[in-house]
């Protein structure tokens, strides 16, 4: 049994660190600490290394000396967020500094954390550790949105991809063929469309990229940290959908509309504007829809949509 869980260890992935430094002995003794804690440690004595190796290596975590000759930490940190590939990787900064505005001019940069030299070792790994987590969080929370059969992507305030669900990336790629997620930047046509969007900052604000067989929406839903957006697209073609719907369902025809446009991600309110009929009439239709499924919540509702006017 212990050898199959060493095995089993062994085979698992193990997180891994970038360490950016210029002095040997510092290097030595946060590769053994990380080490010792069961984190795999990649090396870079300059700045310039450390953005070379990122071309070729993915780490989870980078920490990165705040002083160095040539390009120093901060400077270097500002290209590890400049460029879409990376800007997702936590960078905790490590300075023998104490003055407070070097400290702001880290998290200006896109610093996560920071912490004092000489490195307690002991807290050292507890901010590894911590901000480690918060980037699995962010991991699990797009497979399961994933699961779940949604349009999402997440961009930062420039325009640029940070993430979207396999769905969103064939929503795109119908109006870019030869698109694909792994360019993180976006169209051309849907980047200008995001920058609209961003621009008028209310979450729940929309604008729609017309298309010769219906319209792609893209909702703001929300704003996370300084630098991402979350945004939902709706793959807009109510008459084909709203059929489907009523066909697949065993619904009414305005049954199927209401359903539609909540699977859309529409209120009541938003609902009664676009079919002519009164909130509570809306209200009605959905108590009513909720019994044909047999289910209890708008959310379930709208992932049974979901699943039935997907392509």
Avoid at 8 to 31: F, H, N, S
């Amino acid at each position: 049994m212990a050898d199959d869980r060493a095995a089993a260890g062994r085979g698992a992935r193990r997180d891994t660190a970038l360490v950016v430094d210029d002095e040997p002995q510092a290097l030595r003794l946060l590769t053994d600490t990380l080490e010792a804690g069961g984190i795999q440690v990649l090396v870079a004595t300059s700045g310039a290394i450390a953005l070379e190796l990122l071309q070729h290596v993915a780490p989870d975590i980078v920490l990165m000396d705040a002083v160095m000759a040539g390009m120093d930490g901060f400077e270097t940190t500002a290209r590890i967020k400049e460029n879409p590939h990376t800007a997702h990787l936590p960078v905790i900064f490590m300075t023998g500094l104490t003055e407070s505005e070097h400290v702001i001019e880290g998290f200006e940069v896109g610093g996560v954390d920071y912490v004092r030299k000489p490195v307690n070792v002991h807290e050292l790994l507890a901010r590894v550790r911590v901000h480690l987590g918060n980037a699995r969080a962010v991991q699990a929370s797009t497979a399961s949105l994933d699961a779940t059969g949604r349009l999402m992507m997440a961009t930062d305030t420039k325009g640029f991809l940070l993430w979207c669900t396999p769905l969103a990336e064939q929503a795109i790629v119908r109006i870019a063929p030869g698109w694909g997620r792994d360019q993180a930047v976006l169209p051309d046509l849907l980047r200008t469309s995001v920058e609209r969007l961003l621009a008028r900052e209310a979450p729940g604000a929309s604008l729609r990229i017309e298309q010769a067989d219906g319209a792609l929406e893209l909702v703001l839903i929300a704003r996370y940290r300084d630098n991402e957006v979350l945004i939902r697209l709706n793959e807009l073609n109510p008459q084909v959908d709203a059929q489907r719907l009523q066909n697949r369902l065993g619904l009414t025809e305005r049954e199927a509309e209401v359903l539609l446009w909540i699977s859309y991600g529409k209120s009541n309110p938003d609902i009664s504007q676009v079919l002519t009929i009164s909130p509570r009439t809306v209200q009605k239709h959905l108590e009513r829809i909720y019994e044909k499924l047999g289910v209890e919540t708008r959310a379930a509702a709208a992932a049974t949509a979901i699943k039935v006017i997907a392509p």
